[in-house]
């Protein structure tokens, strides 16, 4: 069998199996996550790389119940059976005073929601139905690659500009507004980036609203990290700002749940809900029928704020055991991300021209995996950078791993 990236374009030749590939996947490089993941299987392995919510931070036993008490239930077709595209009624009726009540991302005259399958899928829907293949997207450097792939797989042209510790680089920003035509959206994940950890400042966040308005370009602003805060205060969403109807804000409950279910939805404006319920049927028809059930049970029977506190209060004592050991190293030979929130650190090795050297000496030596910087970079550039999440491990792992790489480090 063969693989073909490009030629005539003829039908497959059954006596070989050649298979053409389309130009639009070209480009899709695997995840540099999930490359990681055949290392993270093996036995002995301290993992830091996927951003899966901690163990002990799922609900098991509530979820337990509530999935006891929905198949209990009477009508289990409306578990079992087939959904609406738009999502479970009740669900999206909840999330909109959810949005509105606890977060302001909400405005019924100029809103709708979607239940998606996870916040990855809003990204998707959102690619699918404002971009044509060439056209360009515009996201921070370095940015969430499970986003850029969604993006490339439409065919479209990323433009990363540089993140500083307070968000993106608004100045750069508008001048990739100015220079690139056919702008569709801008991408932000303005609370504990992935793969950063920078929270951008209420100043940025009214400033790449002003831009968007200026340059008519509407922004995906992605907050799938925003409810794991453990220290500081809240800032306010840029949908908050959103007199307009520019702004398509998507969340999930992959983080503050279980990722395994697959639930994520986006309020945006009203205006695109035709085409975002065809996108959504185009792509799966509805989200899992049984998962949106048990969110709905969780918002409405248990103590959501109550969770959010507890689980937030075990990433913070992680966070603080990786930064703790991370403060110990020279600060001439590394430097590193101080999140208030999340899931996620982000390293620089000073000296270093390509971190990916470093990350597979780390896996060989000391059995401990991260995940090197440049797959999360539109143009994919190596660099000096890898990121850390402090979710799965415990931390005696952590600490471990931080000392680990550390010695690592020096040995170079």
């Known amino acids: 069998m063969k693989i073909l990236y490009g030629g005539s374009g003829q039908a497959p030749n059954c006596a070989t199996m050649e298979f053409y590939i389309s130009k639009k996947m070209r480009g899709v490089q695997p995840s540099a996550i999930r490359e990681f993941f055949k290392y ?5 392995i301290i993992s830091l790389t996927a951003g899966n919510p901690a163990p002990e931070a799922l609900p ?3 979820m337990r119940e509530i999935m006891s008490e929905i198949m209990g239930a009477q009508d289990v077709q409306k578990s079992l059976g087939y959904g609406i595209s738009e999502g479970y009624a009740p669900l999206r009726e909840r999330l909109k005073v959810y949005l509105r009540e ?3 991302c909400f405005d019924e005259a100029r809103d709708d929601i979607i239940v998606t399958s996870g916040s990855q899928q809003c990204m998707d829907l959102a690619c699918r139905v404002l971009c044509d293949e060439g056209d360009v997207v515009i996201c921070e450097a370095p940015s969430f690659t499970g986003a850029m792939n969604a993006f490339r797989s439409f065919g479209v042209d990323l433009v990363g500009v540089p993140m500083q510790e307070d968000g993106i680089d608004v100045g750069l920003l508008e001048q990739a507004l100015k220079e690139h035509k056919n702008v569709r959206f801008i991408y932000l994940i303005p609370n504990f980036q992935n793969p950063t950890g920078y929270t951008m400042s209420l100043e940025k966040r009214k400033i ?3 831009l968007a308005k200026k340059y008519g370009v ?3 602003e992605d907050d799938p990290y925003g409810d794991l805060r453990f220290a500081g205060e809240a800032v306010p ?3 908050t700002m959103d007199t307009d109807g520019i702004v398509l804000y998507a969340r999930s409950f992959s983080k503050v749940l279980a990722a395994g279910i697959r639930v994520g939805y986006m309020s945006f404006p009203k205006e695109l809900a035709g085409k975002l319920t065809v996108a959504k049927q185009c792509a799966d028809v509805h989200t899992g029928t ?7 049970n969780f918002l409405t029977q248990r ?5 959010l506190r507890e689980i937030a209060g075990i990433y913070g004592r992680k966070c603080a055991v990786m930064v703790d050991e991370l403060e110990k190293l020279p600060a001439d030979r590394i430097s590193f991300s101080r999140p208030s929130g999340g899931l996620f650190v982000w390293a620089t090795l000073h000296g270093v021209e390509d971190a990916r050297d470093f990350v597979m000496r780390l896996v060989e030596v000391k059995k401990v995996v991260v995940v090197p910087g440049s797959g999360f970079f539109a143009d994919q550039r190596p660099g000096p950078n890898f990121r850390m999440t402090f979710a799965g491990a415990s931390e005696e792992q952590i600490t471990y791993a931080m000392r680990a790489i550390g010695e690592v480090f020096g040995s170079l």
Request: include cysteine.
């Open 40 to 44: 993270a299987s093996e036995p002995g």
């Open 208 to 210: 790449c609203y002003e």
């Open 60 to 62: 098991v036993e509530a």
């Open 237 to 239: 969403a840029i949908k």
């Open 303 to 307: 103590d959501m704020a109550g969770h």
């Open 290 to 296: 049984l998962s949106q059930l048990l969110c709905y």
């Open 218 to 220: 509407p922004i995906l």
């Open 102 to 104: 606890e977060y302001g």
